[in-house]
Antibody, heavy 115, light 111 residues
Framework: EVQLVESGGGLVQPGRSLRLSCTASGFTFGDYAMSWVRQAPGKGLEWVGFIRSKAYGGTTEYAASVKGRFTISRDDSKSIAYLQMNSLKTEDTAVYYC??????WGQGTLVTVSS | DIVMTQTPLSLSVTPGQPASISCKSSQSLLHSDGKTYLYWYLQKPGQSPQLLIYEVSSRFSGVPDRFSGSGSGTDFTLKISRVEAEDVGVYYCMQGIHLLTFGGGTKVEIK
């Protein structure tokens, strides 16, 4: 069974940084692309970005809203994907989900950007 | 970027009655591999999204057969043949042919 557990969320001031982690189990992590999706309070789902598997170069893609500020990386030896978020803005406030799209989703971790 | 447009925004359905949600994409979701990368999710209150339908019309494991998906190219539909109380939540379509994009969501409630 695919299991994904996000961690690292919390309250952070605008302009600061935060790193989220997604710990995976139940599948061969290194074989899959991993995505991050966020959901602002009361809003819909927004794709943030993903990282391909090493077999496909391990390259990344990002939504325009976060490009240049967010970085996704992965440690296949630990089955963990990371989302490094820099220069955070109030509009980045959301629940952040890790997903092995389309089937596996974590429970999400809340990031609140506020002074 | 591919834009996904869902209608209606909300639905109020009597238990046992059918429901239908439309999703239109700004570009064809048919890949050269022959698959069409259109998915349907249900997000129940306070939960993560759960996959209902993949590749337009295939039900994911454990999904009741009252849920069905259809469509092709850029026009897709999710149908619930007989809505039950446990079907309340927000339904999203998602394209996976180029990056990922979600529709705006359709909130389904019970009358």
């Amino acid at each position: 069974e695919v299991q994904l557990v996000e961690s690292g969320g919390g309250l952070v001031q605008p302009g600061r940084s935060l790193r989220l982690s997604c710990t995976a189990s139940g599948f061969t992590f290194g074989d899959y692309a991993m995505s991050w999706v966020r959901q602002a309070p009361g809003k819909g789902l927004e794709w943030v970005g993903f990282i391909r598997s090493k077999a496909y170069g391990g390259t990344t893609e990002y939504a325009a809203s976060v490009k240049g500020r967010f970085t996704i990386s992965r440690d296949d030896s630990k089955s963990i994907a990371y989302l490094q978020m820099n220069s955070l803005k109030t509009e980045d406030t959301a629940v952040y989900y890790c997903t092995r799209a389309p089937t596996g989703w974590g429970q999400g971790t809340l990031v609140t950007v506020s002074s | 970027d591919i834009v996904m447009t869902q209608t209606p925004l909300s639905l109020s359905v009597t238990p046992g009655q059918p429901a239908s949600i439309s999703c239109k994409s700004s570009q064809s979701l048919l890949h050269s591999d022959g698959k069409t990368y259109l998915y349907w999710y249900l997000q129940k209150p306070g939960q993560s999204p759960q996959l209902l339908i993949y590749e337009v019309s295939s039900r994911f494991s454990g999904v009741p057969d009252r849920f069905s998906g259809s469509g092709s190219g850029t026009d897709f539909t999710l149908k619930i043949s007989r809505v039950e109380a446990e079907d309340v939540g927000v339904y999203y379509c998602m394209q996976g042919i180029h990056l990922l994009t979600f529709g705006g969501g359709t909130k389904v409630e019970i009358k």
